[in-house]
């Protein structure tokens, strides 16, 4: 059986899988027991107690991982020095279509934007890393009367994400229109549209579900 096909079989919990083999990881274990593939930089594991753990303890250095169904903080911290930076749950668009909205503006963005999206996105990010992000011309922004008053745009392993209204145009529904141009966007390309969120974050989880996302049964952590 082709690996995709695999995947496939339960695209909600693989999506992620099913994202980062399209576009080039590397497949090191792909077996009944353990799925390793490596992707910008990242392992992605998926797989039994025991083979997990003994893939682990083949490794060392300065690495990184995302599993799914994680048990093992322990001994990321005792061989690794990690922790779980993110602990979420994993939802997909499966729907053909979406409406998008037509009373706010949301046109695509760039690189003149960074200064702006340092100063306002909330959660911790990489300046690196939200450069190159930017410079593969996948965020956009929502426009009030020319102001630029929000932004959202697309993680390296294909998640939906970076999205942030400024705080006196929250409750307008420009997180709605943010979200529902990517998938548009998406759909029309024909790509794997998921995102991934904190298994604590009731308010996300909710709206995503209104918006017609599916959650897998996975938990998905990251160490970083």
């Not at 995947?7 to 693989?14: H, Q, S």
């Not at 980062?20 to 107690?49: P, R, S, T």
């Not at 006196?168 to 390309?189: H, P, Q, S, V, W």
Request: charged share 25%; proline share 1%; with cysteine.
């Amino acid at each position: 059986m082709k690996i995709i096909e695999k995947l496939n079989e339960d695209y909600l919990n693989n999506v992620d899988f099913i994202y980062i083999y399209k576009h080039g990881a590397k497949v090191i274990e792909f077996d009944m027991k353990l799925w390793v593939f490596y992707f910008n930089g990242i392992y992605f594991i998926k797989g039994k107690q025991k083979e997990v753990i003994d893939f682990l303890n083949s490794l060392s250095g300065n690495l990184k991982f995302v599993i799914h169904n994680s048990s093992y903080d322990q001994l990321l911290k005792e061989n690794f020095n990690l922790e779980p930076k993110i602990i979420a749950y994993q939802y997909s668009y499966l729907k053909k279509c979406v409406t998008i909205s037509s009373e706010i503006i949301i046109k695509p963005i760039g690189i003149e934007y960074l200064s702006f999206i340092k100063q306002n996105y909330l959660a911790p990010v990489d300046h690196q890393y939200l450069q190159k992000r930017l410079d593969a011309n996948v965020f956009v922004g929502a426009f009030i009367e020319n102001k630029i008053v929000g932004f959202a745009g697309i993680h390296d392993e294909g998640t939906i994400g970076f999205v942030e209204v400024l705080k006196n145009y929250r409750r307008m529904k420009i997180g709605t229109a943010l979200e529902t141009y990517l998938i548009d966007r998406l759909l029309k390309i024909k790509e794997d549209i998921y995102l991934q969120v904190e298994i604590n974050n009731d308010v996300s989880i909710r709206f995503h579900e209104k918006l017609g996302f599916l959650r897998g049964d996975d938990i998905i952590s990251w160490y970083l």
